[in-house]
Every structure is written in C-alpha cells, then in structure tokens.
C-alpha cells in the first residue's frame, strides 16, 4: 500500500477516533487484509452534488459519524457565510443503520456552529424534508438516507431554501467548503444530548405533518370517486418510512380497505424480508406481490425505505397481475393527470411537465397531446427541481416530474420525489378506472394503441472497488473516443456526449451544442427509434446501460407490437453489451 493509504491507516488508529472505530481497523491489519484497507483509505467518500452516500463502516471511504462530521461543519460554514444561522437547517433520516447517530452528529455540528436546526425526532420520508424546509423557512435541509440501496449503505443529502436538492451553482460551493475540511480538528461540535438544551434547537412539533397531508389530498383529481369505488389496496413501506405516513395519505383520500404487508410494515434498517430494498426489484416485491394475490387486492404499492419512490403491481380484469416498471409508472400518471386535469377544467394555466433523458419518450408524447409543455434533464430529481424553480419567475405551473428509476411527484409543495402523493395518485387512478370499468392494465394497452409501444429496461452492471472505478471509466472513454458505428443491424444515427456537451451526427458529421448540465453520460440514437445510454451510477459502484425499441402498427393487434417490439429490444441489450465485452446478469 502507498504511503498516503498508510499514513491515513495510522491516523484512524488512535484518538480522537473511538475504541470501535479503531477496533474495526485493527482486526482488518491483523487478518493482514490489505485489499479492504486500501478501499477503506485510498480515497476520501467524495461529497458530490448529491450529497454523500457509501458503505457503512470506519475509513476515511466509508460512511461513518466522523465523515458526517467534517461534511457537516463544511456545510455549516456555506450556511454562516449566507447568513443563514436564523434561518436553520431542518433534520431528518430514515430506518437505516445508524441513521440515527448520523442525524445527531449532524444535529451535533450545527448547534456548535450556533445553526438553528429544525429536528425530527422520528424517522421520517426524504419528501417531509424537502416539504418543511420551504414552510419553516429554512435555508437548508439534511437527510440521512441512502435511499434503495442495500443495508450496507447509508447516505446524506443536501438541500437548499426551495427544498430541491442543490443544485448550481451552490452544489460546487458546497462541494469547495466541503473539501477545506480536512481534519476533526477543523470541526466544531457537541454532544447531541448537549444540543437538545441549545435555544436554537427544536423539535418539528405535531403541525407539520398534518399540512403536509393535507396539501397531499388536494392533488387529488376525483376524490368524488374513491368512497363508492370498491378497490383493495395492499401496500408495503419495505421497512422503511412509509410506515406511517402512506397509510394516513391513502386514508386520508378516502380508502378504507387498505391492506399492510404486515412483515415489512414494522422499520428495520437491516430490510429482513427485503435485502435490496429497492421497488425497481422483483425480490423486493416478491413477498408483497403474494399478500395483493392472497387477499385479492387491487392494486399493491410499495415504497422505498426514505418513502420517495414507488413501485407498483395491477391486477387485470382476468385476475392476473402485472408488475410495471418505472417507465410504465410514469407513463400511466402521466396519462391519468394530463387527461382529467384537461377533462374536468382543472388544468392550470401553462402546464409543464418535467423527466429527465433516460425515461420513457412515450409520456412527452402523451403530455403534449393534452396541452402539456415537456423539458427533459439529466437524471436525478434535483435537475428536475432546478427546473421546477424556474417557473417562479416565468410563470409556468408543474403539474408533474418523473424520471424511470420509480421516482414521482404531482406536488409543486415538493421538489423531491415523493412516494406518498405518487403511491394516493395511483391509487386513485386505479378507482377511477375502475369506475368506469377498466382495468389499469386496459388503459396501459389503449395507450400503447394511440401512441406506440415503448419497451425500455436498464442492465446495471456492478463493478466494485477501485479496480471496478478503473473499469467503469475505460467503458465510458471507450464509448466517448470509439462509439459503434451500428449495433447488430441497427445504424448509429447521433452520438450525444453530455459530457462534452456535444450532438454529433454520424451521416453529416456535423457537430452541434447540447443544452445540458455536464455529466458523464452518453447516448446513441439509432435507427428504427432506438436507443441506448450509457452513465455510471451516482450513488453506486455501477455502470447503467438504458435500452429503448419502438414498435407500431395499425393493422396488427397490440399484443403482436409488444412481442416484435420485445424480440428486438432483446437482440439489442445483447448487442451491444457484446461490443463492449459485458453481458447481462
């Protein structure tokens, strides 16, 4: 190991780090454990415009209350150099490990720093937090979650006075204050038991929540349907925050036969039932999806641990039942808002729609039918509130945002995703349908009949380690240098570096400027409507791949388009996975 690893490896060793910290790092040098130590210490958790999320566990790579700390007092600094002292910081986590001493250090750091912190004293959902900052008048909000990830996880998100996630150009800021902290002796903290006696520390009292629910059940577009509408809903929090507030939202709508996964229905950061506790996963809704058929249920949702995604499982009017996906999630709220906003006058004045590049092309389609304007942005929801925040001044109104990876939100009161006002919203659908006798599954296909079937997936590769980093940059220089020039029998039409801000046309060889944030994606778009993009993952040591094909006929029935749009979409993914050597699963 060299000499930086080393000289970190010593410093983790003794005080000011505790008996379990250096405990961890001791049995790691005497089991001779050199890969994981260098892991552990080769770089520090980068603090990105996401904030920071990693493996729980002690160096200065891994999430752990020290790295809480020195982000914490980094962030701080920001603040008081905004003035932002008065104004506070509100508090918040989910049921993960340690989250709750993550969200005291935090709590911790700001009081010493003479912050105002608005605390939660209960586990609450990411929206909540994003909700409160803008009706308590914060400058900023911290959530302690990892969101989907697996229980070795834990992570801290960063957000700014309009409860989206920051955004430029404070997150480079942020990112600068972040860096000058580079050891506990630049920190400025106190006991969390220490703070609760601080003037400027206070529990978020009971009032909060209650407005926020009430502003959730204004979303709703026929609550005059859901008292006669005879619909089951089976609903799962997958151990996490949901818990409390779904129940109550849904309740709140109207429904009285809802239906508690009663195994995932009680917090536990270690997801017994739900090891990748992730609403994308079929094993996370496996046992969720047998409690919708056991008890016959209408519709099952399930939400992420931070309760700020969704996933959701229909039945058909034949009994069985289908799983969506993220995409078509999204593409039936889509359908469901833009249709009766317009069918019972209650569209607002220039509607606008926000997703980002990796979702379905199907719900812009859908949204400009019905008078909706549409931006894509990069993935992430904090580049759909940086948009969202624009509308302030130019007099747009957002109806909703959306990106394929189950993440929703109707509210303009949240600029975060939000799993509860998404999961009272198909809830809600599901009863108006129903009423009208059609399955969702039935809207779902006259879609696809109007507008064209859309099959899309994502493969996620897992390459772990420094070694795994090394790899997933060669893939993306690769593409970026030496893109195919077709993909089995489909021509590359455009190469899209985001990166480099750039739209090349491979027939002309014309070069245009793309009107995006920077980041390390990159797509090609192909012939026949297809498509593939390329990004590592943020949050993950992941590179994701996004396959898209379109299929269409008038002659043929739907379920023809969907098994040819299908057979191609596979002959896709292995395509091109071949071409860069990697196959799925």
Known sequence: MDAIINARIKEWSSAPYDKETIDEIKALIDAGNEKELADRFYRDLEFGTGGLRGILGAGTNRMNIYNIKKVTQGLANFILSHNGAEQGVV?????????????????????????????????????????????????CGIMITASHNPKEYNGYKVFWDDGAQVTPPYDDEIIAEVGKITSLSQVKSMEFCMALSSPVFRIIDQTVDPIYLSKVKELSIHPEIIPDAPVKICYSPLHGTGYKMVPLALTAYGFRDIVMVKEQSIPDGTFPTAPRPNPEELGAMQLGMEYAKKTNADVFIATDPDADRIGALIRKKNGEYLLLNGNQIATLLVYYIASELKNTGKMPKNPRMVSTIVTTDLIFAIAESFGVKTYST????????????????????????CEESHGYN????????????????????????????????????DIYKEFGYYRESQVSITMKGMDGAEKINALMDSLRSDAPKKVGQLDTLKVTDVQESTVKDLASGAVTPLDLPKSNVIWLTLSDRAKVVARPSGTEPKIKFYFTTYGKSSADPIEKVKSDTDAA?????????????????
């Open 91 to 139: 508090i918040g986590r989910d049921s993960r490990i340690q989250s709750d001493r993550f969200a005291e250090a935090a709590a911790g750091v700001m009081i010493a720093n003479g912050i105002r912190v608005h605390y939660y004293d209960d586990i609450h959902p990411t929206p909540t937090v994003s909700f409160a900052i803008r009706h308590l008048k914060a400058i």
């Open 378 to 401: 990069l993935t992430g929801f904090k580049w759909i509130g940086l948009i969202t925040r624009g509308f302030e001044k130019t007099g747009e109104t957002f109806v909703f945002g």
């Open 410 to 445: 109707a509210a303009e009161f949240v600029r975060d995703k939000d799993a509860v006002n998404a999961a009272c919203l198909f809830a809600e659908m599901t009863a108006f349908y129903s009423s009208k006798g059609l399955s969702v599954a039935d809207v779902l296909d």
């Open 569 to 585: 979409h596979e002959t896709l993914k292995k395509d091109f996975l071949s071409i860069l050597g990697l196959q799925e699963g």
